[in-house]
């Protein structure tokens, strides 16, 4: 069955991707209001109604927004961790169909195996995740994707975690320069995001392209830009020529904007 990946929407404002292999469709993330989330899936050629699953990072807004909206879809199981489900299920009315696993641990949904790892941001047990599909053989190749936003920086771990991926989604999230110049957020905040616990900077992301020994990917993602503390020149600039040493595919995705389907071959 063949598998084809979107990102729906990254940046500040919301986060979501989806899987689609023809019987299974899962989202990663769902950080958009479920009216926009639905309105963005119609665009990419599918719908709300044949979500079966979410795989949920963490607990914050732009990446949990439209789990306020699943009343009227209660057949999307949710996959989550128990802290970020309690912090997630505390603001809600209707009762999430979750389905918790232990930060670290694997678990299965359908022909989706998902590996979980532990990253470093501030929230209540946020996580990246290894996503693999298939069975390995010539009916079922098995095709993979590694997931790993929201981090102030890279534990030892990630590099392993992220190595063996076909298809790599990274974060990049702002500009020093550009966030050091910003007027619109308050020092404290500005002091969160580049904390250890907050985002990763351009060079950061670079620099854990470059710690990443024969990396197995065929095309990377830097996502998760900030809008006013970041560009796609400025990206380009600092992690092009580490993507370009290894000659891998990869797409900058511009703030608030999503990237066109990658097939997997």
């Given at each position: 069955?063949?598998?084809?990946?979107?990102?729906?929407g990254?940046?500040?404002?919301g986060?979501?991707?989806?899987?689609?292999?023809?019987?299974?469709?899962?989202?990663?993330?769902?950080?958009?209001?479920?009216?926009?989330?639905?309105?963005?899936?119609?665009?990419?050629g599918a719908?709300?109604?044949r979500i079966?699953a979410?795989?949920?990072?963490?607990?914050?807004g732009?990446?949990?927004?439209?789990?306020?909206?699943?009343?009227?879809?209660?057949?999307?199981?949710?996959?989550?961790?128990r802290?970020t489900?309690?912090?997630v299920?505390?603001k809600?009315k209707?009762?999430?169909?979750?389905?918790?696993?232990?930060?670290?641990?694997?678990?299965?949904?359908?022909?989706?195996?998902?590996?979980s790892?532990?990253?470093?941001?501030?929230?209540?047990d946020?996580?990246?995740?290894?996503?693999?599909?298939?069975h390995?053989?010539l009916?079922?190749?098995r095709r993979?994707?590694?997931?790993?936003?929201?981090?102030?920086?890279?534990p030892?771990?990630v590099?392993?975690?992220?190595?063996?991926?076909?298809v790599l989604v990274?974060?990049a999230?702002?500009?020093?320069?550009?966030?050091?110049?910003d007027?619109?957020?308050?020092?404290?905040?500005?002091q969160r995001?580049?904390?250890?616990?907050g985002h990763?900077?351009?060079?950061a992301?670079?620099?854990?392209?470059r710690?990443?020994?024969?990396?197995h990917?065929r095309?990377?993602?830097?996502?998760?830009?900030?809008?006013?503390?970041?560009?796609t020149?400025?990206?380009?600039?600092a992690?092009?020529?580490?993507?370009?040493?290894l000659?891998?595919?990869?797409?900058?995705?511009a703030?608030?904007?999503g990237?066109?389907?990658?097939?997997?071959?």
């Amino acid at each position: 069955m063949a598998l084809r990946f979107k990102i729906l929407g990254s940046g500040s404002a919301g986060n979501a991707a989806l899987l689609d292999a023809g019987d299974t469709c899962v989202l990663v993330d769902a950080g958009f209001s479920a009216r926009r989330l639905g309105a963005l899936l119609a665009e990419a050629g599918a719908a709300l109604e044949r979500i079966d699953a979410i795989f949920l990072t963490h607990e914050h807004g732009d990446h949990s927004a439209g789990l306020g909206g699943l009343a009227r879809h209660p057949h999307i199981k949710v996959f989550a961790n128990r802290a970020t489900a309690q912090a997630v299920q505390a603001k809600l009315k209707h009762r999430i169909d979750w389905q918790l696993f232990e930060t670290g641990a694997t678990f299965r949904f359908r022909d989706f195996e998902v590996g979980s790892f532990a990253v470093p941001h501030d929230a209540q047990d946020p996580v990246g995740f290894f996503i693999a599909h298939g069975h390995g053989d010539l009916l079922s190749p098995r095709r993979s994707l590694a997931w790993v936003t929201d981090l102030g920086h890279a534990p030892a771990h990630v590099p392993e975690r992220i190595r063996e991926a076909d298809v790599l989604v990274v974060e990049a999230n702002y500009c020093p320069r550009l966030l050091e110049a910003d007027t619109k957020r308050p020092w404290s905040l500005k002091q969160r995001i580049n904390g250890r616990h907050g985002h990763l900077s351009n060079e950061a992301a670079g620099e854990l392209l470059r710690r990443v020994t024969t990396p197995h990917w065929r095309h990377v993602f830097l996502a998760h830009l900030s809008r006013d503390c970041n560009s796609t020149e400025a990206v380009t600039a600092a992690c092009g020529p580490a993507l370009a040493a290894l000659r891998c595919g990869w797409s900058v995705v511009a703030p608030g904007e999503g990237a066109p389907y990658y097939d997997f071959e």
